[in-house]
């Protein structure tokens, strides 16, 4: 059975649903005992490059950080159906002037970590210089480099002192970038090695089985007796299940061997779950804030040239993507700001309205470009319901069809995929982006900030120096919309990147779970509180 869930178009945070179909949508009917079983196709592995995957520092991926929002705290939360950053370990947080360079937190009472250790504003200003100190290249350090100094006047006072003002440090602090770690625990300058943790989270992580590979492929998550903050839990313990084929992972559910599964539906999957007329299943459907980029290298080869670039964006085509590739499960997008959110202008289709061979020859021929353009693109190996191989192989296919470029379409292994990306490696690459928090800033400064996770080679003076900078200082995000519009309009002109397409969330079901609607947020992470096991009727 399949639930819409209908949004206002202000895409932000968790979202508050409208909802049609059939089965339970309360919150939950109290806690009935039985585990509640979560299958996603997402991967988490301990390998050579990152030895502490469970470490909020070296990891900034929907997978670990799916673990980090329901096993940590950080001073701030999104309640549900809110858009505004709210306390959480924290009992109170604001500016302490109109500067907005001092950010001042205060802790709540009786804060105990999963260990018993007792929590102190020591150990907050800990966990964001460790951030900082570490610096992991593909971690979320960039998300608090804002950060000049923490002060701790007392064990439950904690002050950030800014670089610069920063409307969106509040979003930040509710990221696990700023996630609090046990001081007695973690190292100061190391990371934690191994599939463990120890956070104040509404969760404890258990047992955790892996492979061969290193590969997670189950971890018990149980019910924080010590957890404080603002969250309540509908259920006791959630078990999550790894599985590499998400053909597996719907059997399972068919089956009743699991009765969640959320990342990543392949596209046929969610075009049969939304005919079936299995009352026993419900497929929920909502906008997401996920969006696809495809990355051009300005420093590799031919793709110094703008006007290479240009004529990439003119010949490709996300209409036929969206259609061939994913089956319409996912919608073109034409800006670095997807739709709905606030800022959010269609740059490229007005640059490049419809894919034009001849006006891309035209570019080329103009900057004096006559023969074929040889690239390469990248993708990351596909893991689950992944479509990578053929995305990228339509793009390299559209692009070949043109005339005007030789393209090959090269694999890499999903766990080196991002550190080969970061050391430039790759001439184009495609990665899908989930917000970290809902707001314009964190769709353009993560790729074209100075500090991007990415360490893109594309520098833009204006969108660094001026309109960041500058609508940071804009409380009020709304009045950022003519500054983002020009960030997005600066991008589409000098293509450091494309967008290629925005994707809706899927979460399906067994009918008798409840909360699924309030379960996803625009991370796509799946918040294990909300759901609860309930009767259908």
Known sequence: ???????????????????????????????????????????????????????????????????????????????????????????????????????????????????????????????????????????????????????????????????????????????PAAAILDSKVYDAAKPYDGFKLVGSGPYTLGSVTEDGEHDLRSAEFTRNGNYKGLLKLNNSKVELKMFTDSGKMESALKDGGIDVMSRTLAPNQIQELQSSGDQNLKLTESPGGEARYLFLNTASGDLRSKAVRQAIAEVIDRQAITRDVYDRTADPLYSVVPQGITGHINSFFSAYPTPSVSAARQKLHAAGITGKVALTINYRRDNGGTKNQAEAEKIADQLNKSGLFDVTAQSEEWSAFLKAASQRKYQIFAISWLPDFPDPDNYVAPFFDKDNFLNLPYQSARIQNQILPETRRMAQRSTASSDFGQAQQIVADDVPMLPLWQGKQYIASRSDITGVEWALNSSTTTQFWELGRGVTG
């Open 1 to 175: 059975m399949n639930r819409r869930l209908l949004v206002l178009p202000a895409l932000l945070g968790v979202m508050t649903p409208l909802i049609s179909g059939c089965g339970s949508s309360g919150g939950g009917s109290g806690d009935s005992g039985k585990p509640i079983v979560v299958g996603t196709t997402d991967s988490i592995q301990l390998t050579k490059d990152n030895p502490a995957p469970l470490d909020p520092a070296t990891s900034y991926d929907s997978a670990t950080w799916n673990v980090f929002y329901n096993t940590f705290q950080m001073l701030l939360t999104y309640p549900r159906g809110s858009t505004t950053p709210t306390p959480d370990a924290a009992s109170d947080c604001h500016y302490t002037d109109t500067s907005g360079l001092t950010y001042q937190c205060t802790l709540r009472d009786g804060l105990k970590f999963s260990n018993g250790d007792a929590m102190t504003s020591q150990d907050v200003k800990f966990s964001v210089d460790r951030m900082q100190k570490i610096n992991w290249q593909t971690g979320p350090a960039s998300l608090i480099s804002g950060v000049k100094s923490v002060n701790t006047p007392d064990d439950k006072t904690v002050v950030f002192q800014l670089k610069a003002p920063d409307a969106t440090f509040p979003a930040k602090l509710a990221t």
